[in-house]
């Protein structure tokens, strides 16, 4: 059987990776030394592998057919967008059979993926917590971009499941939850049913499929002229209050402020939590969290937890 030996919770950014600080004094800069800190502390915990639950940003997944999750069963590839890793990722596909059967058996049918492309929503995440060890990973990634999204409370009963999954496993090894997701940060529209939606983009979120590169280099000279705008708004103040909400281990009234009570405080990019839910009630422990950051010239409000069960 595996054991649960913790959970890492932390934030993701296009801009960590492509225009990360000088010194730690710039914006951006405690968040990148925590990020180390815990890459040593899980170094010191010795997992044999990774669960890594994250987003996909319309780089794999499309509206021609979104699923809610997705799981990485035997091959998972970086796509490589904003500087995060390229190529193969090393996946325990022992550990994502498993989980798989005991989802599907708990009245969960994730879909199946056999060659999983994931962006900077799980490879920056993976990165950063395995510092040089190369651990074999699951993927989970999970819809938090497109409306309509898996309902908040629907995260949570797949974390227990999941939690549940990896500590009845075959798999006979220790294991360390990964959530990647931002805190609140606000993003332009991806829901083709939005009339400010504007035509290419729309086409993009619906056909970006047929040629995934081209519509990735277009976006990402865009997303890189908003770095340093300092009118990108983060809610400081909600961030800290979802992450003293996770030392409770009370998710309910997380839960229960729904899509538009989250996304009024958050944005619509604090949907990412979603990852965070998912992985604290995986863990069934309280979340202790170690450094927040807030970062509008990032985009992107930077938060960093972690929470570790030691036998």
Not at 179 to 206: C, F, K, M, Q, T
Not at 279 to 292: E, N
């Amino acid at each position: 059987m595996s054991e649960i030996i913790g959970m890492v919770g932390m934030s993701h950014s296009p801009f960590a990776t492509l225009l990360p600080p000088a010194d730690p004094g710039q914006p951006g800069g405690r968040f990148l030394a925590d990020a180390r800190r815990v890459a040593a502390a899980v170094a010191a915990l010795a997992p044999d592998a990774l669960v890594v639950i994250g987003p996909d940003h319309f780089h794999a997944n499309f509206y021609d057919a979104m699923p809610p999750f997705i799981l990485g069963v035997e091959q998972a590839d970086g796509f490589g967008d904003f500087g995060s890793k390229a190529g193969p990722l090393p996946v325990a596909s022992a550990l994502a059979w498993s989980i798989r059967d005991a989802l599907a058996d708990d009245g969960f049918d994730l879909t199946l993926s056999y060659a999983l492309t994931v962006d900077h929503g799980i490879a920056q995440s993976y990165d950063m917590v395995r510092g040089t060890a190369d651990l074999p990973m699951v993927p989970l990634v999970v819809n938090t971009a497109a409306p309509p999204l898996p309902g908040m409370p629907r995260c949570v009963q797949l974390g227990r499941s999941l939690g549940a999954a990896i500590r009845g496993s075959g798999y006979a090894g220790r294991v360390l939850l990964v959530a990647s997701g931002g805190l609140s940060h606000w993003l332009p529209s991806n829901d083709p049913r939005d009339p400010r939606l504007a035509a290419d983009r729309r086409e993009a979120v619906i056909r970006g499929r047929k040629d995934t590169r081209a519509f990735a280099a277009a976006r990402e000279p865009r997303v890189l002229a908003m770095a340093g705008n300092p009118d990108a708004p983060v809610n400081a103040e909600w961030d800290r209050w979802f992450l003293k909400q996770l030392g409770t281990a009370d998710l309910a009234p997380v839960t229960d402020l729904g899509d538009e009570g989250l996304e009024q405080r958050a944005g619509s990019g604090g949907h990412e939590i979603r990852t965070w839910l998912i992985g604290l009630a995986a863990v069934g422990r309280p979340l202790v969290w170690t450094s927040y950051e807030p970062v509008p010239e990032w985009i992107t409000g930077m938060g960093i937890g972690t929470t570790f069960e030691v036998s």
